[in-house]
């Protein structure tokens, strides 16, 4: 892309301003008597377990009020590219893709080369991969090339990691194994599909398909800058990006007589937007709406959505979420659990609608959030 400094900007996870927190946070002394801790109201070890990253940016933890605030971040990129097979590029070796790798981008991206290369075979054609890295070693990369002669085409899988992020290694070898899964040509044997593999991506039009997990969505790469009059079977990029990248918990808890309502439901939503800072970064809840206020057994729950504003150096970033809160009332003090999901529209000013589908908001839910609050009623 021609803007260094937009693609570090998005590519870093667009909320650039959240550095990773290199210890978690300390709990706070109140003066007079030692107030709960995290864990008596987080499962923190069972929340990371479906996701090693969560980490605690804000806490005031009093008896009778207090607030907590986590947040889980990663990022990464699948690209699978494709370009008509040349005299230039049809003989392909480890040193094709080194410089492959130093080159696709142009210069905009200063890549490193980390020295690990090798081959492996993607639907029976021989390929070479090589790694690197750029951005001080924020953002690693794998490029994984081979040639399909049956349809005169050069594979590149373009394989990223926000290590600044603390995105799991493991998501680049997961992108390895979703490449292993390429079809690139019509009549190939069906590929051996791993486990957690459950969504199949499948274009008659651009004649390739592979599997990603059900989280993740893969789009056309619509480049006028590499497209101006648009993709072809013989020329074109796909791009796979997560829908779950940025997650959010707030907890707020406090004092409360009377019974709960729609009113005290939204006096919590308000509660969630005061402004708080984290490492120099100002964030707040804005321009909140939630809807389908709903009681069943004493607990009201809420869904919709609210933007996220974070400032610092002079510098900001709004993002969309999809969230639902949680209100319910144990021994005269009332609890509220928000729990969101981000809503990525645009990708590099592309139209990228990269919105949690309704089973992926469920999944983070039912199977992420619930189970680890220790203090929420068991029948929610």
């Known amino acids: 892309m021609k803007k260094l400094s937009l693609f570090l900007f998005l590519l870093f996870g667009f909320l650039i301003f959240l550095r990773p927190a290199s210890s978690e946070l300390r709990l ?6 030692s107030p709960p801790g995290i864990g008596d109201f987080i499962n923190l070890s069972g929340l990371r377990q479906e996701g090693p990253d969560w980490r605690v940016i804000f806490q005031e933890l009093g008896a009778d009020k207090g607030h907590l605030r986590l947040s889980q971040s990663k990022w990464l990129m699948y690209f699978l590219h ?18 492959h790798l130093l080159n696709f981008w142009g210069q905009a991206m200063n890549f490193k080369l980390m020295d690990i290369d090798g081959e492996m075979e993607i639907c029976g054609h021989k390929a070479y991969f090589t790694e690197g890295s750029f951005g001080n ?3 690693y990369t794998r490029f994984i090339v081979w040639n399909c002669p049956e349809t005169n085409r050069q594979f590149t899988a373009d394989c990223n990691i926000n290590l600044q992020r603390k995105t799991p290694r493991e998501l680049l070898d997961l992108q390895r194994t979703i490449t292993q899964t390429v079809c690139c040509q019509k009549d190939a044997p069906s590929p051996e599909v791993p486990a957690g593999l459950s969504q199949r991506y499948h274009s008659d ?10 989280s993740w969505l893969t789009t056309d790469f619509v480049s006028k800058e590499w497209f101006p009059l648009g993709m072809t ?15 959010r918990l707030e907890l707020v808890w406090e004092s409360h007589q009377g019974a709960l309502s729609v009113d005290v439901f939204k006096h919590f939503m308000e509660e969630c937007t005061a402004p708080f800072t984290f490492e120099n970064v100002t964030s707040q809840i804005a321009n909140w709406d939630m809807n389908s206020f709903q009681e069943r057994s004493g607990i009201w729950t809420g869904e919709g959505t609210y933007e996220y504003h974070q400032k610092a150096q002079n510098q900001e970033a709004v993002s969309s979420f999809r969230c639902k809160g949680f209100l319910w009332k144990d021994n005269g003090t009332a609890y509220f659990l928000l729990a969101s999901l981000i809503q990525v529209k ?10 949690p589908s309704d089973e992926t908001f469920d999944r983070f839910i039912k199977g992420q959030v619930l189970p680890n609050i220790k203090i929420i009623p068991r029948m929610v």
């Not at 008509?84 to 094709?96: D, G, W």
């Not at 039009?205 to 059900?214: A, E």
């Not at 079977?233 to 997650?247: E, F």
């Open 233 to 247: 079977a013989l020329s074109g990029s796909l791009w796979t990006l997560l829908t779950d990248s940025l997650k």
């Open 205 to 214: 039009k651009w004649n390739v398909s592979f599997f990603i997990p059900f």
């Open 82 to 99: 494709w370009r008509p097979l040349t005299e230039a590029n049809k003989t392909i070796s480890i040193a094709y893709v080194r410089n």
């Open 28 to 33: 706070q002394q109140e003066s007079k008597s």
């Open 137 to 139: 070693g924020a953002v």
């Open 346 to 355: 645009e990708f590099w000013n592309i139209p990228n609608d990269l919105s």
